[in-house]
């Protein structure tokens, strides 16, 4: 299946080449990316990915997992088992669900859409519509590079 194909297929609620842009600056686009305070592993094999996973729960207090890096913090919210966020879709439609949610709480009468994904971004890494904002740029910057004439 074609990337844009696997990011409509998986996370129909935001454009494809936002996703992949997220997907991208979060775990360079490697669905067995596992975050931790210490820095990002990148395992072989999902198997090795489940593994690292169990381990960081058990030590860290905040784990970021797959393609879209969400966050453990999520899991209890969304009653979702940590190791299925390695099926590249999954983690894709809940990063997806998760940043749509955040535009729609950002778009205010009177904000443009382009701010409304900034604080959208920006929340999607941070929990704050303004405290990532350079983080929301570095996204929109991969996307623009990607596709310099949208």
């Not at 090795?48 to 913090?73: C, F, H, K, W, Y």
């Not at 929990?127 to 004439?149: C, F, I």
Request: glycine residues 6%; hydrophobic residues 45%.
């Amino acid at each position: 299946m074609p990337l844009v194909d696997f990011y409509t297929t998986c996370g129909p609620w935001v454009h494809a080449d936002t996703l992949r842009a997220v997907a991208v600056v979060e775990s360079g686009v490697n669905p067995w990316a596992i975050g931790t305070l210490h820095g990002a592993i990148f395992a072989p094999s999902r198997a090795a990915a489940e593994r690292v996973l169990v381990r960081a729960l058990r030590t860290e207090p905040s784990v970021d997992i797959g393609l879209m890096q969400i966050n453990s913090q999520w899991l209890p919210r969304l009653h979702i088992a940590p190791a299925s966020l390695l099926d590249p879709c999954v983690n894709v439609r809940v990063g997806a669900a998760i940043l749509a949610a955040n535009f729609i709480k950002a778009s205010r009468p009177g904000r443009s859409h382009l701010h409304a994904l900034v604080a959208a971004l920006s929340a999607y890494h941070s929990g704050s519509e303004t405290a990532a904002v350079r983080y929301a740029e570095k996204v929109l910057s991969v996307r623009v590079s990607s596709h310099p004439s949208r």
